[in-house]
């Protein structure tokens, strides 16, 4: 399947909906943003990434802010970096690279969205990407991702459940866990305080409906 144009989601929709699905509709859905010191750290990150549009660096030539798209994904978006590495055979090979201003998180959010970089050049150039790097400001280290066969349906399965869900336009409730104590939207989407207040209502609602019976 493939997808018009005009459907084409934002690439970063990947990321924000595997971290959690409340942070993807507010941005997505309701077109709110909201920046806290980390959001705003990462944005300049960014800001100095994309500064020099090309580079070549010790034999490897890199291009900042290309332009991504793939219709197979009906994903558009913009890759951090991309490498390009020259073989031993003399042919180029491509190694995006993210850049992310915290630390590796525990879920694949940030893998999808790499993988999703790599499917879009794939498509765009007819080439092989089989590896990239995920670079995080606090550990100041890159961390190699393979695209692998699993990371790529994880990737097209996320695609295909964007679509649906912003298609939907519905925003769930929140769930509150350890990671939305660096969500720039906590402040405005007060997890807990909602997610209390919901658990006490439902609570009510059952002890009314068993003293009723």
């Not at 291009?63 to 219709?71: A, D």
């Not at 336009?169 to 509150?176: D, E, G, I, L």
């Not at 969500?183 to 209390?196: G, M, T």
Request: charged share 30%.
């Amino acid at each position: 399947m493939n997808y018009p144009e005009d459907d084409f989601l934002q690439l970063s929709a990947l990321q924000h909906f595997v971290f959690c699905k409340r942070q993807c509709a507010l941005i997505h859905i309701e077109q709110a943003w909201s920046e806290n010191l980390l959001t705003a750290e990462g944005r300049i990150m960014h800001e100095i990434v994309h500064d020099e549009r090309v580079e070549n660096r010790q034999g490897i030539r890199i291009v900042r802010g290309m332009l991504l798209h793939s219709f197979t994904l009906g994903l558009s978006g913009k890759a951090d970096a991309v490498e390009f590495h020259k073989s031993s055979c003399g042919e180029w090979v491509l190694f995006p690279v993210e850049y992310k201003h915290g630390k590796p998180k525990s879920d694949d959010s940030d893998k999808i969205q790499l993988c999703a970089q790599a499917i879009c050049i794939e498509e765009m150039m007819n080439v092989k990407i089989p590896t990239g790097a995920l670079f995080y400001g606090r550990t100041r280290r890159r961390l190699d991702i393979e695209f692998d066969n699993r990371l790529r349906r994880a990737t097209e399965e996320t695609a295909r459940l964007v679509h649906d869900f912003l298609r939907i336009a519905n925003t769930p409730p929140p769930v509150y866990s350890a990671k939305c104590k660096s969500c720039s939207f906590v402040e405005s989407c007060l997890p807990k305080v909602i997610e209390r207040n919901r658990s006490v209502g439902d609570y009510l609602f059952k002890e009314a409906m068993e003293s009723g019976k």
